[in-house]
């Protein structure tokens, strides 16, 4: 018998998800107090503005543009004393920076646009979108973070913006990742998707919630598909995962066994939830469904979920 896992395909299922092409090397353990400082320093650098949930693109060559150099940024007011090393691309040093001017005050060869629409859309490279979903999960969280969570006093940023340390009372502070679970219920013939009450019109997807302390990824997958589907899982599989930069989640795509069918949907969650059958769902996939029903688009870890199923024997 032979070690299987080695044999595993190149690009494994989570390198197809949006936010999943990020190359910088972070190489996390060079993080020093002065990190941002030296990088501000070094001609090399470029840097991501962003700024209430939204990257600053510069306008070029009938696309966009999201780096600037240190210099180029100034107008733009960057709070560089905020700002956050992601780390070293083969051009150099890469940076995150608070931008002072709010959208409205923007030249008109800036556009500032949020970051789902960035990704949708598909404005900028993987790579470039990688690295505005760090940045962005950190900044965000730099931001909900100011005060010490121990004694309330302000906490100051450390480790190139990896770390807040406490100057009262010394507990260092570290950034979050929010896991959260995505499932998609299936057997050979039919899956489960759910509507939430925010989506857009027709689209259906994979059921999902956060993570719970004490919850096995495993755990929380049966929990949160018998919570909102009244379906109780049997074996549960991990597929994929997803950086998802609202605010600093990880997503963590999962394929459930159901054990029964009368599906009880929570309808303070969802307004609908049923099963679909494959050709159904593959016309959703492609957009081609008769009642106009869709699934999530390319870049969502649930269109892949979904897509893996359908394309599954
Ligand atoms: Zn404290």
């Known amino acids: 018998m032979s070690f299987r896992l080695f044999d595993a395909p190149l690009r494994e299922p989570s390198q197809f998800v949006g936010f999943a092409g990020n190359t910088i090397d972070r190489q996390s353990e060079n993080r020093a107090d002065d990190s941002v400082d030296k990088a501000l320093a070094d001609p090399t650098t470029r840097l991501l503005l962003m700024n209430g949930g939204r990257l600053y693109l510069k306008l070029a060559d009938g696309g966009f543009d999201p780096w600037y150099r240190v210099a180029e940024s100034q107008p733009f007011e960057p709070s560089f004393d905020q700002g956050v090393l992601l780390g070293f691309s083969e051009q150099g040093p890469v940076l995150a920076v608070l931008a002072g001017i709010d959208a409205e005050r923007l030249p008109e060869t800036v556009k500032a646009i949020d970051y789902r629409s960035v990704y949708m859309q598909g404005l900028i490279d993987e790579a470039a979108a990688g690295a505005m979903a760090q940045g ?178």
């Open 136 to 313: 962005a999960a950190l900044l965000a969280w730099h931001a909900s973070h100011r005060f010490c969570s121990k004694c309330g006093s302000e906490s100051q940023m450390r480790a190139g913006g990896y770390k807040r340390h406490c100057p009262n009372c010394g507990t260092e502070h570290f950034p979050r990742t929010d896991p959260v679970a995505i499932m998609l219920t299936a057997t050979r013939e039919k899956c489960l998707l759910g509507r939430g009450r925010h989506f857009a019109p027709g689209m259906y997807s994979a059921l999902a919630g956060f993570i719970e302390p004490g919850e096995t990824i495993e755990a929380a997958v049966r929990r949160e598909t018998l919570e909102e589907a009244g379906i109780r899982l049997g074996r549960v599989v991990y597929h994929a995962s997803q950086p998802w930069p609202f605010p600093y989640s990880l997503m963590i795509g999962c394929f459930g066994e159901p054990l029964n069918e009368d599906i009880q949907a929570d309808l303070n969650e969802l307004e609908d939830c049923r099963w679909f059958l494959r050709d159904e769902v593959r016309l959703m996939l492609d957009r081609t469904h008769p009642d106009t029903l869709v699934t999530p688009p390319k870049g969502a870890i649930a269109h892949y979920l979904i897509r893996a199923w359908v394309d599954s024997e």
